[in-house]
């Protein structure tokens, strides 16, 4: 019987997605939160995508005479099996109701939502469990919990991107470098504008990376479907985690993840965005914030 997706019953290290310990005893929130992070970085870099790489990965048009079909660039893992390509929308509704991973031993049920931070936390394993509990208004209240959050806001995306997406007739993704300058944080309006006008220009973080930029960039690196790089005072990690269709134009979109993270202090943060290119010769993807 078809279930709607293709899944693998013996786990396998996902290095995409950062890993959890559990062993959480005698360990501060903030080393807890600064060695998660690492693992991200390190991990997000050494995972090689699911789809095979083009011969020419700037602008180029899909010659298949079939559709691209919509696929996922990095596994979802759940309790009992691994999830690597998603075809029905019966496999979907299957999935939001399985029991998700976090990466480690522990099969939960995970504690981690609450009202406010001295109320009592609910218990989620599912998507589905996960996205009631966000709209009945409850978040992650510490850093800890906001890391742990990522998985079921991660297979959430996936999933609502994958339900919506349909196949492609063309792509001209391209590369994760070529995101516009507007993916990066700012302090103070001085750097927002200037952000505004390099992403109006066309600026991307290929240009940010170049020695001679007023805002420099450093260790620009893709890898796969991923990218990493720093600036003064934040380490970023870009993952992309899915394709399709999403706004039915024909085209190819991308479901991306940002993470970052203050290079001095626990602060950190992710945001989650569509990106398209609808043109060969425009030089910058182009992103829309992606609801959650």
Sequence with gaps: MDQGFIMHTE??????????PFA???????????????????????????????TNRTSQRSTQTTPIAPRLLRPLEFVDFTVSDIRSPDGIKTLRAQKLSLGGNDPGPH???ATNIDAPRIQIETVNQYK?????????????????????E??????????????????????LKQLPVSILNWVGSEEEEQLKRDTTKGITLQDYAKPSSRWHLYHLKAVGNAVSFSSKGEDYVVNELCRGDFDHDGLEDSLIVVYWHYKEGSGFGREYYLASRTDPKQKALKVLQFKL
């Design 111 to 113: 504690s981690i939502l």
């Design 154 to 175: 991660i297979a959430s995306a996936t999933l609502d991107f994958m339900e919506k997406a349909r196949p492609s007739t063309a792509s001209y993704l391209g590369t």
């Design 24 to 54: 959480l005893k005698g360990t501060t929130e903030r080393l807890w939160v600064t060695f998660s992070l690492i693992l991200i970085l390190v991990a997000v870099l050494g995972y090689r995508s699911l789809a095979k790489p083009s």
């Design 11 to 20: 786990h396998e290290e996902n290095p995409g997605h950062p890993r959890r």
């Design 132 to 152: 009631a509990a966000i709209h009945s208004g409850y978040a992650a209240q510490n850093n800890c919990e906001m890391m742990l959050v990522s998985f079921f």
